[in-house]
Every structure is written in C-alpha cells, then in structure tokens.
C-alpha cells in the first residue's frame, strides 16, 4: 500500500530507489549521479589490504558514501548488522575485522543485489556471512542481537516513519552503537566505558555525549549544544555548557573534547 507523505508516494520512491539500485548492480560501468566502485572507496579511506580481498563483483557494485569504518574498526568476535548491503563490500570488509568469531548479517531490498553479495560471500568462502533480502523498515531479526550495526548511503532513502523505525530497532538490536577511539557508548543501556572501564556519567553528560558520537569529527558550537540540550527553554545559560565539557574532559580524558575557540568544541 502506498503512503502518502506530503505529497511524497513512498511506495513510488521506494521501487525508483530499488530500480536504481538493480543498475548499479547490473550494470556497474554505468555512469550514475553518484561515484561508485574500487576506486571510491579508495578515495573514501577504505584499508586497502581488506578491499584487496573483496571480489570484484562486490566492489564495482559499491555506491556508499562514506567509510562507516572510519569510526573505529570493528573488533574481533562482534556479531554485525550491515543495513542496506548492497552488494556486499561494507560487510565484507567488515567480515574480515569481525573473524571467524564474530558474524556478519547483511540485509537489503534489491534483488539484483542480494543476489550479488551472496555471490561474493560463496566466493569468499565465509560461512559467518548471511545475506538477507528485506526491508530496513522492517528489520526480521526479533530473536537477534547484534554488537554494532552500520548503514552506508541509506538513511536520506527513507520517509520519516521508516527512519525512527530503524533507528528503534537499531538502538534496541545493539549492543553498542558507536565508538570514537576507546570510548564506548551504549545508548539502549545508558552505559560508557573507556579502554573497558565503566565511566560514571549523569543523565545530561551522557546526552552531551551522545550528540558528539553521533556527530564525531564536526565542530559543534555552544548555540548548537543548548539548543540541544535545552530546547524549549527560555533561558539558557552558556556557562552551563562549559561546566559539562570541564565534566567530561575529567571523565573521559583531557583531549577527547577539544576547544576551537570562539567556534565551539570537537570531538577527537
Ligand atoms: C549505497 S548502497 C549500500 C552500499 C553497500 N553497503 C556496499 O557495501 O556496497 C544502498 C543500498 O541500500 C538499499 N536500500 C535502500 N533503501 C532500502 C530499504 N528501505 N531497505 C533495505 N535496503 C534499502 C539499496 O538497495 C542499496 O543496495
């Protein structure tokens, strides 16, 4: 069925998305609106000893716009969800960080590039890999829990129910969303570790905290935190943002949290 947002045909978009996404496995040498290949992913920071190991079939196929990796690498034994795995490459590269120990669960909604992936997977020989054909709207893993997902180039396809939807799911199949360094960060717990060891954070320092992981690398200005943090409030005090970086910087370590000054404050 198809639902309507402001004026938007979902069901429409979602086939024109699934359409372009069956060239882009089919015929990779194509030229789309968007890079695509080896080469891009290369470009993108890609560890190149690990793309050397992907088959061809997955990387010529690769359409993402951003290495999730970047983040931090992936540890050995985490169990992985790749959301929107096209043909294969993230979680590939992923299934090498991960080992024979940990387990790679891809899912994604075109055919053409299921089929695809599973291809490179069997030519890999990984018997910790699985491909799933479905929707990131409706993620079939009840019974599944997961140690970290990541998603390429997947987000902007989604209408604002699907997004919160995976978002839900995801904070709820995860163990650990994200990880700048040595710090990590369970969202669904709302527990930090740094290096393994528990850090005690309140309920604000540990909001601040979430915002620059989930923005890691970005400056954030002190406006952009209060806003944040205080949305409907009238009064807003930026000193108060000071204190809670000055908190943080304690806890987690000095240069976590790095001044520009007049500009606002990094992570990392
Ligand atoms: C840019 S590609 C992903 C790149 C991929 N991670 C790789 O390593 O090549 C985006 C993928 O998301 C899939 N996709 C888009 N919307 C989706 C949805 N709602 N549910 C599942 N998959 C979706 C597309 O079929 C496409 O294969």
Not at 19 to 34: G, K, L, M, N, W
Not at 41 to 62: K, Q, T
Not at 156 to 173: C, I, K, M, V, W
Not at 231 to 250: A, C
Request: overall charge negative; glycine content about 10%; some cysteine.
């Amino acid at each position: 069925m198809a639902i309507e947002v402001e004026g938007l045909d979902v069901a429409l978009l979602r086939s024109e998305i699934q359409r372009t996404y069956a060239d882009v496995s089919t015929q990779p040498d194509h030229e789309f609106i968007f890079p695509t290949g080896r080469a891009w992913a290369l470009d993108l920071g890609y560890p190149e000893d690990l793309l050397a190991r992907v088959p061809e079939a997955s990387c010529e196929s690769f359409a993402g716009v951003a290495n999730p990796f970047s983040m931090g690498a992936l540890q050995p034994g985490e169990d992985v969800l790749d959301v929107g795995s096209g043909a294969g490459m993230d979680s590939l590269v992923a299934a090498q960080m991960v080992g024979a120990s940990g387990s790679v669960t891809g899912i994604d909604m075109t055919p053409e590039m299921v089929v695809k992936a599973r291809g490179s997977v069997a030519e890999m020989g990984l018997g910790n890999v699985t491909i799933v054909e479905g929707s990131a709207e409706h993620l079939p893993f009840d019974d599944a829990c997961f140690d970290v997902v990541i998603s390429n180039h997947l987000l902007h396809h989604l209408d604002p129910a699907g997004l919160t939807s995976l978002l839900e799911d995801s904070a709820r199949l995860a163990n650990r969303l994200v990880v700048h360094n040595d710090i990590e960060l369970s969202p669904a717990a709302g527990t930090v570790a740094v290096a393994g060891k528990p850090i005690d954070l309140t309920a604000q320092e540990l909001r601040i905290l979430n915002y620059f992981m989930h923005r890691h690398g970005r400056l954030i200005s002190q406006n952009e935190l209060i806003e944040h943090l205080y949305p409907f409030d009238e009064e807003r005090d930026p000193n108060t943002i000071e204190v809670y970086i000055g908190r943080l910087r304690r806890k987690l370590g000095r240069d976590v949290i790095k001044t520009q000054r007049g500009m606002g404050y990094r992570l990392g």
